[in-house]
């Protein structure tokens, strides 16, 4: 009987080499065998699989010479001890079977389904009734909905008032987002160098973040009051004269005075995630570049940026998609006063449906908000996707 040579077995069998264990391990716990038949499993591999072996499963065949020293050199001019027996055989990978599967699907199911319905009941149903809405025709003396179909849409498109509040929806959204992202990183970066105190300004850097939108409001509207502000004492205090700049009432300065508002609530979120992200960035890649000769501007946009790239996008998506659909502090600091200068898309419907009560013209501007916001949150999806979230 021709046998493999080997390492002599018994008493003093020798512990199976990483490739032995690893493979008869895996092909074991693949069909759910126990953990004694896998170390089993993984003792009859080193008796039949010695390490001079030619397989093409962990590479190509490897010599004697090349892969054993002398002493086992020595040791593997002696036969294995004991033939291959039906006992030392690796029991083969049990398939589950289609009816198996299908229970175990249906089981998926049945435990999903509450959290489905709950969904469905939250969010599928209201958009489903938005839509219905929008092709309907309402008001306070005559509430109940008669079907219009496309009229709400095309009263939308041609309104004056539609395209004011898409310019302002965008103005607020583009500005605030970027300068969440300018300001945010800047303060990340700065916050992440040794100094001292530090962790209070980590602290009091999140105080406008987590105050409600509504107290963050009303503290801007005092703080841009024409006479009792404190943004035109500072104009007069730089020595710019004594103004009593009406900073909510101006056509000219209502939006650039809430989207100021806005930047000082927002950015402190950006600045936590960025903070994170940055600490994060390998501190030999910025070391080695520093050896290279590059300055703290290079090494930041060449180094640190990309690495934290990921995390931009992901965040720039997350705020684009909350900015845009922002409603509190605007109302509260102007009502999408003076006129329509300070209208986004929610104060719009806000005031279409609350106000005007015009039910099916303020759902026709919900499906397009719908739809815009669906856009972003693909593409959040999809950003999450690529750096592993899902």
Known sequence: M??????AL???????????????????????????????????????????????RFGP??????????????????????????????PPVRRRHPVEKRRQSLLAYVLTAP?????????????????WLSMTKSSLISP???????????????????????????????????????????VAVLLSQSFHGRWVLRGLVLLPWIMPGVVAGLLWEFLYDPYLGLVNQAIAWLGFGHHHIAWLGDTRTALGAVIAAAIWKGTPLSVL??????????????????????????????????????????????????????????????????????STAPVYIYQLTFVQANFGLAAAYGVLMIAVLGIFAVSYRRQLAKIGAF
């Open 61 to 90: 065949s490897r010599s004697l010479a090349s892969t054993s020293s002398p002493a086992t050199a020595a040791t593997s001019e002696y036969p294995a001890q004991g033939a291959l027996s039906s006992s030392d055989k690796v």
């Open 144 to 186: 109940r909905p008669t079907f219009a179909g496309l009229y709400n849409f095309r009263t939308l498109l041609s309104s004056p008032d539609f395209g004011s509040v898409a310019l302002n929806t965008l103005i607020w959204t583009v500005t605030v987002v970027f300068m969440e992202f300018v300001v945010g990183m800047g």
């Open 115 to 131: 959290a489905l319905i709950a969904i469905g009941a939250v969010v599928i149903l209201p958009v489903a009734e938005i839509i």
């Open 273 to 342: 995630i960025y903070m994170a992200a940055y600490q994060n960035v390998p501190v030999d890649l910025l070391e080695a570049a520093k050896v290279d000769g590059a300055g703290a501007l290079r090494r930041f946009r060449e180094v640190a940026v990309p690495a934290m790239a990921p995390v931009i996008r992901t965040t720039i998506l997350l705020t684009t998609i909350w900015t845009f659909n922002y409603f509190d502090m605007i109302y509260v600091m102007t009502g999408g006063g003076p006129g329509t200068s300070t």
């Open 2 to 7: 021709h046998t493999l040579s080997g390492p």
């Open 10 to 56: 018994g008493s003093d069998r020798v512990a199976p080499y990483p490739e032995q264990r690893d493979f008869a391990t895996g092909q074991c716990q693949a069909s759910g065998i126990s953990s004694w038949v896998v170390e089993e499993a993984t003792k009859s591999m080193s008796a039949i699989w010695p390490r001079p072996y030619s397989t093409d």
